[in-house]
């Protein structure tokens, strides 16, 4: 921004030119920049540089194109001033288009996602999601948000996405902002879900399959990429560790009200052994997946990190539920 607004001023150095930046904009945008930087939930600062831009967008008011990425930056900074709408109406209207279009707002933010106009992009997706609600708007947003490292906010997104009707590409997307944020079971559980989605590229699924394995490691030992000098281990409570089973679980469709319960001895060094079922769902395939879960546990790294509540070779029962609201796991150890 500092870099636009140095430019600006350099362009348009004529004081008295329609399209001149005066210079004392310039300096007090820069001043509250760094200001912000340090205080970045400053409101009073946020609607105080908000205000500025409005400013600088009106010098430029020959030039919309221009001038609406002011606009933009006013926009996040302070979305409920009248000035800022009213603003960016008399620019779009003025670059021959309707602000009250869905379709219109929606291309304004394809144009500047194409330059890497981010703060415009955002802005006039948000728009477009005022006029008319849409599952692709919000997967967009989650995108932009995730390409600024965002990750709370691109979550936000793709789930408002999911709502208009999921896709193994949404939770694909889901999973790797879980990840990046390092929320490895979220991340395990949506990659477990993309895996269940039929792909109709194999090369897709293996590199999907391949991506969930990885963050699966993370969730089971993630004493393993803290560094080697350390020779602490984590020690897991006992709802941890069903969430760990939980996260390697991927249920079958049409599981719901379905039980299955397995038996398993817990090793300390970190192993899995005697596992049974005990008590069947009467649905193989859906105890085969409870199986396979408890497998993939056995399979991926070194083993579990067991909680300081169970001793060396305890036996656990491990009930695999699915119930309305999603599946659940319920451990009791004898």
Known sequence: ???????????????????????????????????????????????????????????????????????????LLDPDNPSVSKNLDYMIEKMGKDPRSFSDRAEIARLARKKADFD????????????????PIHEL??????????????????????????SKGLEVKLGQAYQAKKDMVSAVAAYAKATAMKSDDPLEQEALVAGWEEALKQVLH?????????????????????????????????????????TAKFFAG??????????????????????????????????LVLPASLGDGSICSIEFQHIIGGPKIVLVSF
Not at 53 to 68: F, G, R, T, V
Not at 230 to 253: C, G, H, T, Y
Not at 276 to 286: A, G, L, P, R, Y
């Open 1 to 75: 921004m500092l870099l636009l607004l140095l430019c600006y001023s350099s362009a348009f150095c004529a004081e008295n030119s329609t399209n001149a930046i005066p210079k004392k904009y310039v300096a007090a945008v820069i001043k509250c920049e760094q200001r912000l930087k340090l205080t970045p939930d400053d409101l009073a600062l946020r609607k105080t540089l908000a205000g500025r831009y409005i400013k600088i967008a009106q010098s430029l008011k020959s030039d919309p194109y221009e001038a609406i990425k002011f606009l933009h930056k006013a926009d």
């Open 270 to 303: 970190g192993g899995i052994a005697d596992l049974k079922i005990v008590t069947s769902s009467e649905d193989s395939t859906f105890d085969r997946s409870a199986l396979r879960a408890m497998e993939r546990l056995k399979k991926t790294g070194h083993g």
């Open 141 to 166: 947003l989650g995108d932009i948000y995730r390409v600024r490292d965002e990750n709370d906010k691109a979550i936000e997104q793709y789930i408002k996405a999911q709502s208009f009707g999921n």
């Open 120 to 135: 415009s992009a955002i802005s006039e997706y948000s728009q477009a999601l005022l006029l008319k609600p849409s599952g």
């Open 222 to 262: 993630p004493e393993s990429i803290k560094s080697l000098e350390s020779s602490v281990q984590p020690l897991l409570d006992f709802s941890e560790l069903s969430n760990r089973i939980k996260a390697a679980w991927v249920p079958p469709k049409r599981a719901d009200f379905k039980t299955a319960k397995l």
